[in-house]
């Protein structure tokens, strides 16, 4: 008998119950075999979990992290990044124009670490463009450029570099961010040399300007690093090249206008991420890691074939998985790594493939299918995350094994952008790997790390 004949029947004993009429209450007892009776039972299986360092992650991003931050509980992480500049179409310099300076602006938002610690940013030019297949926090940026010296160097702390206030709505209510910037003065040449070069494809293309590809070809980029300090790690917004020139606009007069490149997605931006998980990496009887960007997941193992008769012979209807953090002793969250907003539960196999390119689950752009991947978001209340019904994965996999089977999965951190779907639910429409820099320890205790189910037979 289907499930919803049972329920309906049941609503109707109910009904029947609270009638006078003795005749029906017995005829609709009747209609229900003895052996059709839905019985319910509960289960809870305990899960093996251990930190898994990660030795890079997929990231198209335009907002990299850059910097040095050194936690005392979670180790280090180092960041700096190569991009390239968007050429618009058109873009040109006045007639008989003259380089006056060239600067390039790091802007950002937020900081974590020391914001009054000096540290410096350096710059170095690119050679080669950068490898357009390939968005892997690994990539070593030094392989492009010329790194026997830099061409800017610039000294700044984290809350004292040159602010200004921008605006961005949520519908039509504004907030005012604070955004700090700094500037990074570049030899003139680099104008110049922009300048001649526009000059010369114009006079062979009948006065046409290139497009952003042959541009980017004369022009592959610049690096962006830190030279010294261990104190801050930027989350950067944007990155510009202004080259500052003038004009003459009479015989007698000249007047200054600036030619602004941008990196934006158009163009390829490599983050480079490193970590120092020495002192996360070992067999811990309370407790795992997890890391970003590029440092450490937790690997958790169901155990279900030690359950493995029960779940051939019953339906399960329910699956609660709590994971549990534990909180940090540091409280000030602007200078300590704070957990990930979401955590994606993955199974591992979706991750180490063998093409990603063709079947990876971050490079295919792929989302949580509610079936067997699921998304979970941190209660700042509770301290944890819960995926509230993962039943899915057993009755998934139940069909594609006939022997005992056990299932290795991921907990990894997440950046989910969400959007409101038609009935007015909120749908997930994008999952990426968090590039963010954040960190969590999980309590990993039998009682702790357990799987929660119900079971229905007949």
Do not use: W
Not at 23 to 31: P, Q, V
Not at 313 to 328: E, F, M, T
């Amino acid at each position: 008998m289907k499930i919803k004949s049972i329920y309906s029947l049941l609503l109707i004993l109910v009904i029947l119950l609270y009638s006078c009429d003795d005749t029906l209450k017995e005829i609709g007892y009747s209609i229900q075999p003895d052996i059709d009776e839905l019985t319910m039972a509960t289960d809870t299986l305990s899960i093996d979990a251990i930190s898994v360092e990660v030795d890079s992650v997929f990231s198209r991003t335009k907002y990299p992290v850059l910097g040095e931050y050194l936690d005392p509980m979670f180790g280090s992480i180092r960041a700096d990044y190569a991009t390239e500049f968007f050429y618009p179409e058109k873009l040109d310099f006045e007639k008989d124009a003259v380089i006056d300076s060239v600067r390039l602006t790091v802007s950002y938002t937020s900081i974590i670490g020391d914001s009054l610690a000096p540290m410096s940013l350096k710059i170095y030019k690119l050679e080669d463009r950068l490898p357009r297949k390939s968005s892997y926090t690994n990539i070593n940026p030094t392989i492009f450029s010329d790194m026997t010296a830099s061409i800017g160097e610039q000294f700044f702390t984290g809350k004292n570099a040159t602010s200004r206030i921008e605006y961005y709505y949520v519908g039509t209510s504004a907030y005012p961010v604070t955004v700090y910037d700094i500037h990074v003065n570049l030899p003139t040449s680099i104008g110049q040399n922009i300048l001649t070069f526009l000059n010369n494809y114009k006079e062979a293309h009948d006065g046409n300007t290139p497009d952003s590809e042959t541009f980017n070809s004369f022009f592959p980029g610049l690096y962006i690093t830190t030279g010294f300090g261990y104190s801050t790690l930027l989350n950067v917004n944007s990155t510009s090249l202004a080259v500052h020139y003038t004009y003459p606009v009479q015989t007698d007069s000249t007047t200054t206008k600036i030619f602004k490149l941008n990196s934006t997605p158009e163009v390829t931006l490599l983050n480079q991420i490193k970590n120092d998980n020495d002192q996360l990496i070992f067999d811990n009887q309370n407790h795992t890691y997890i890391k970003s960007p590029a440092g450490i997941n937790t690997q958790i193992t169901f155990p279900f074939s030690q359950i493995y008769s029960k779940i051939k012979s019953h339906a399960l209807n329910q699956a609660r998985l709590v994971i549990n953090a534990i909180p940090d002793a540091i409280t000030d969250e602007t200078i300590k790594l704070t957990p990930p907003n979401y955590l994606l539960l993955i199974p591992k196999d979706s991750l180490l493939v063998e093409n990603p390119s063709e079947n990876g689950f971050f490079e295919k752009r792929k989302l949580p299918d509610g079936k067997t991947t699921f998304v979970a978001k941190f209660n700042k209340q509770t301290y944890s995350y819960e995926f509230r019904n993962i039943s899915s994965i057993v009755n998934h996999y139940k069909k594609l094994h006939n022997e005992p089977f056990d299932l290795v999965y991921y907990l990894v951190p997440v950046d989910a952008t969400y959007s409101t779907g038609q009935n007015g639910t909120e749908i997930i429409s994008s999952v990426s790997n968090l590039i963010k820099p954040s960190a969590v320890r999980i309590d990993k205790k039998p009682e702790k790390m357990k799987l929660d189910m119900i079971f229905s037979s007949y």
